[in-house]
């Protein structure tokens, strides 16, 4: 991190070390300001008062790497962020007007997107400020995380239950509500069919119908004209003096045949003829049968029309002809057959949900048992860490509990409300001392017992948690000597498995870091400055020295000092 122009820190750059970083130095040096700076960059809340005096603002820069895979780098990337090497370049300005302004990745973004990156980048336990496992949420997480398979294997079955079940319950919501629609769509649907069901027509029945209209609506011009055809080729019987076609034609075909002998020419002009003979006589004959069999009755053409009419009335509402009405009778048949079931379909989804939610009560009665097993072997774990670090009477356990529901699952006889993590509310509490009754740790710690009780926690979850890094503020606030030691010894446990950040006042605790940053302020009788540096060597042993007795040059105090480290490599 670079801190310009906040607090008593005028520029300083903050290099953290990816395992236990101790940040020490005299009081109102600006040890403070560290923390407070990470906070910044983690979205929190932006006091003009923190912008040093003169200055116009404040302003953190960090370099945060970024876990692949995770909501957060999901999170930045939605928010238009780019990646430097796999890790994100993040900005915060407090003006001395109040205002403030995050960027991310080089793209300017509320300052709420800063805190939803925090939830899973850093866990900040200190005086005022405390987030990771105080949230219901992420205890719950941590606890199933830290059972193992024992809550995994029943909460993987209870999971895939849950989806199925409210797969079931929406469509089953989806059906009783749209019930008057689909009633209505259903009454629609049988008035059609019946209508065309009265009717009963046939495929290309309107095309026929409308061609015998046609016929029988000039049934007396048909007739006139196919008579007279008939009398032009054949000749009329009431005029046998009359010349027809036929007749013509049968005497060309006479003349040619006398003289076809004498010439192939005409011999194939009379073979012609002769089938024009014939062609003829066959037109003249269907003339005559057409003229017989038309039908001129006006009753029947009455009938046409009115079936004509009937179909009309089909097509209009429910096809543009015959065919399209007997295509839309089938796909209303096979809907209305759908629409019909609705009721077996409620009685099958409903005898599925019944099942399934007592099945899932089953699960969730199974996943609360493997809870409750897995939470004493955490409380006793942590309590145990707690003796070692001055707090011998302090006693940890988890409330696990449920909301009763009338909509829930049944539950050892209660209906309780169910998620798709289970019916289970847990809840992390603390007895600091015999006598008083378990509260939320929240509640239930000074600041200082919270660090510790958080530590002791965060040892024993180390590994389970997804959260990359771990800040502790006054972790070791009213403690000393061996207490000292044992905080050391953890927060390097701790640090194996995460970035651990710690601000001390304790050498017992610094010792055990993997890098010592001191922040020192000098005093030019005007301006108060700050500035970070890293202790390697002689200047960490002064440092020490310096917390141990309150003088670098001690010879006592080094000895100690160097024995500190000493033990802190050791223990390593």
């Known amino acids: 991190m670079r801190i310009r122009s906040l607090g008593v820190i005028d ?36 006091d003009p008062a923190l912008v040093r005096i003169g200055a116009k603002n404040a302003v953190v820069e960090g370099r945060i790497a970024v876990p692949t895979g995770g909501t957060a780098i999901l999170r930045a990337e939605e928010a ?4 430097d090497d796999g890790a994100l370049l993040i900005s915060r300005t407090v003006s001395a007007e109040g205002r403030s302004r995050a960027h991310i990745g080089g793209r300017s973004v509320p300052v709420g997107v800063l805190a939803e990156l925090a939830d899973e980048l850093v866990a900040v336990h200190g005086q005022t400020d405390q987030q990771g496992l105080l949230k219901l949420s992420r205890q719950r ?29 929406t469509e ?58 008939h009398a032009a080729l054949a000749g009329n019987p009431e005029d046998p003096e009359g010349i027809d076609a036929a007749t013509l034609v049968a005497g060309a075909h006479r003349a040619l045949e006398a003289v076809r002998a004498h010439d192939s020419a005409l011999a194939g002009l009379s073979g012609r003829i002769g089938e024009i003979n014939i062609l003829l006589r066959d037109v003249a004959g269907e003339l005559a049968g057409y003229a017989d069999d038309l039908d001129a009755d006006p009753l029947r053409l009455a009938a046409v029309e009115e079936r004509r009419a009937a179909l009309t009335q089909l097509t209009r509402k429910y096809g543009e002809d015959v065919d399209a009405v007997l295509a839309w009778a089938e796909q209303g048949a096979a809907r209305l057959l759908e629409l019909d079931g609705d009721d077996e379909r409620i009685g099958e989804l409903t005898a599925e949900r019944d099942a399934l939610r007592a099945e899932l009560g089953g699960l969730a009665q199974a996943l609360t048992d493997a809870r ?21 009477h302090a006693r940890v356990s988890f409330e696990i509990r449920q ?47 919270l660090s510790r009780v958080m530590l002791a926690v965060e040892v024993v979850f180390a ?19 061996k207490a000292a030691v044992e905080i050391g010894r953890r927060l390097a446990r701790l640090a194996r498995s995460a970035q651990v950040v710690v601000v001390t006042h304790l050498p017992q605790v610094a010792a055990f870091a993997d890098r010592q940053l001191l922040v020192e302020k ?34 006592t105090a080094r000895a100690h000092a160097e024995e500190l480290l000493a033990t802190a490599r050791a223990d390593g």
């Open 80 to 83: 238009g962020a780019e990646l």
């Open 463 to 481: 590994g389970t948690d997804p959260v990359p890094t771990y800040l502790f503020d006054e972790v070791d606030a009213g403690v000393g000597g």
């Open 372 to 392: 409750s097993e897995a939470a004493q072997r955490f409380a006793a774990a942590v309590t145990a860490e707690l003796a070692s670090l001055a707090m011998p």
């Open 141 to 169: 997480q941590a606890l199933d995380r830290y059972a193992g398979d024992a809550v995994a294997a029943p909460l993987a079955k209870y999971a895939g239950a849950y989806r199925r079940l409210r797969a079931i319950t």
């Open 172 to 229: 089953l919501d989806e059906i009783t509500t749209r019930a008057r629609e689909r009633a209505q769509e259903a009454d629609m649907l049988r008035f059609g069919l019946d209508e065309i069901a009265a009717v009963e027509p046939r495929s290309g029945e309107d095309v026929e119908l409308s061609a015998e209209a046609e016929r029988l609506g000039h049934a007396e011009a048909l007739a006139s004209a196919a008579t007279s055809a």
């Open 403 to 449: 909301t009763d529901d009338p909509e829930g699952v049944e539950l050892d006889g209660r209906t309780v409300a169910y998620g798709p993590a289970g019916v289970d509310e847990v809840e992390l509490l603390l007895a600091p001392h015999p006598g008083a009754p378990p509260r939320p740790i929240a509640k239930g710690a000074s600041g200082g017992e």
């Open 11 to 46: 520029d300083a750059v903050v290099e953290l070390s990816p395992g236990f970083t101790a940040v020490t130095g005299e009081t109102g040096a600006g040890k403070t300001m560290v923390v407070t700076s990470l906070g910044l960059l983690l979205g929190g809340r932006a």
């Open 522 to 555: 000098t005093n030019d009788g005007s301006v108060t400055r700050s500035g970070v540096k890293v202790l390697e060597g002689e200047d960490r042993i002064r440092e020490l020295s310096r917390m141990l007795a309150g003088q670098e040059d001690s010879q």
